[in-house]
């Protein structure tokens, strides 16, 4: 497509040569539309720095009064190429972080303009800069299919705690790496266990013992447990464990991975925040370094980052857990 500047380049040139040919200056800017003192400013130009001094230049955006500083638009791409899977909310959340009040349509305006408005071209461009820095990076795929569902409500931490297993991944040198994953329905805390699968009854037993005893250093009594049809839950072992230490087994309906939408979005989220980046940024040599991962970003999932889901409605799971404490304390 011909664009604007080389138009008007056109235009100029075309009036230096349409001049020489009929050999009338006066007639050439008649007929180009333009006035003499405009031509003998083109023609010094052109003798002195030749034709191409003729392209226009490009003008520097005006500033506006209310525009975003120049440093807070360097702190967000700096952030936006480091934590590539972060919409608009959770980037705006990490400014404010930094001392920075800026919104969230502010955010995905400087995005676009930047050419960093889609997720997959942040994570292509965090990719690009890891190849640089010698790297070596997966892919960069779109995601497709990601959870859904409704959202369930319990009135007391640890009244209904949603359980699942998710597949991370086949890691060269470390195996197939599956995660198990708990998260309270009430507060949104979440708990994670990484192991090598695949995934057995003894590896739910274990991990329904360590999500028990966090909860309890928490001071939250675990009741009920909520779990798909897998068979690492629905094994007979993993049953009367539950039965034994006194908590309730609820199972969703067959097929119906909506009815644990809580653990499920929290699984899309985590993917997308922890792993994806991580796995652009680093190798992992084992599952102890990957569970190191997971920890420090659950670190602020849980005290720091801030759900805009329509039951958080902008809060922290930290801050609905303190504010259940202070409630039995009153």
Same mark, same amino acid.
């Given at each position: ?36 003192t405009r031509y003998y400013e083109w023609k010094n130009t052109s003798e002195l720095y030749g034709l191409e001094?003729? =392209? /226009? ?7 506006? /009064? ?15 190429? #480091? ?45 690009? @800069? ?5 790297? +070596?990076?997966?892919? #960069? ?26 597949? +991370?991944? *086949?890691?060269?040198?470390?195996? %197939?790496?599956?995660? &198990? ?11 994670? %266990?990484?192991? @090598?699968? /695949? ?8 991990? @329904? ?8 250093? &928490?001071? +939250?009594p675990l009741r009920r447990v909520l779990s798909d049809n897998g068979p690492e839950y629905k094994g007979l ?12 087994? #609820? ?6 991975? *909506?009815? $644990? ?35 420090? =970003?659950?670190?602020?999932? $849980?005290?720091?980052?801030? $759900? ?8 922290? /799971? ?13």
């Amino acid at each position: 497509m011909t664009t604007s500047a080389e138009i008007i380049y056109h235009r100029r040139v075309r009036l230096l040569d349409l001049a020489e040919e009929l050999g009338n200056i006066s007639a050439a800017c008649r007929q180009i539309g333009v006035s003499r003192t405009r031509y003998y400013e083109w023609k010094n130009t052109s003798e002195l720095y030749g034709l191409e001094a003729l =392209w /226009p230049r490009d003008r520097r955006r005006p500033a506006q /009064p209310s525009e975003t500083p120049t440093h807070v638009v360097a702190d967000l791409l700096a952030v936006a190429v #480091v934590e590539p899977t972060l919409g608009c909310r959770q980037l705006a959340d990490r400014l404010q972080e930094l001392g920075y009040e800026i919104g969230k349509t502010t955010v995905q305006r400087i995005l676009v303009d930047h050419g960093l408005g889609r997720r997959r071209q942040r994570i292509a461009r965090a990719a690009a @800069i890891a190849a640089l820095a010698g790297i +070596i990076t997966e892919p #960069v795929t779109e995601a497709l299919g990601e959870p859904f569902g409704f959202c369930h409500w319990a009135g007391h931490p640890g009244d209904l705690v949603a359980v699942d297993s998710f597949y +991370i991944g *086949n890691l060269k040198g470390v195996g %197939k790496v599956y995660q &198990l994953t708990a998260v309270d329905t009430c507060t949104r805390w979440a708990i994670v %266990k990484l192991i @090598i699968g /695949p995934v057995t009854t003894a590896d739910t037993i274990r991990f @329904i013992d360590h999500v028990r005893t966090t909860m309890r250093r &928490l001071g +939250i009594p675990l009741r009920r447990v909520l779990s798909d049809n897998g068979p690492e839950y629905k094994g007979l072992a993993f049953r009367h464990h539950l039965a034994e230490i006194g908590i309730d087994h #609820v199972r969703i309906p067959p097929r119906s991975p *909506n009815h $644990n939408a809580v653990c499920e979005r929290f699984q899309g989220t985590m993917l997308q925040e922890c792993w994806r980046p991580a796995f652009h940024r680093r190798h992992f040599n084992s599952v102890r370094q990957l569970q190191a991962e997971a920890n420090a =970003w659950l670190i602020r999932y $849980n005290t720091r980052r801030r $759900n805009h889901g329509d039951y958080m409605a902008g809060r922290k /799971p930290s801050e609905i857990l303190d504010t259940h404490r202070r409630r039995q304390a009153a």
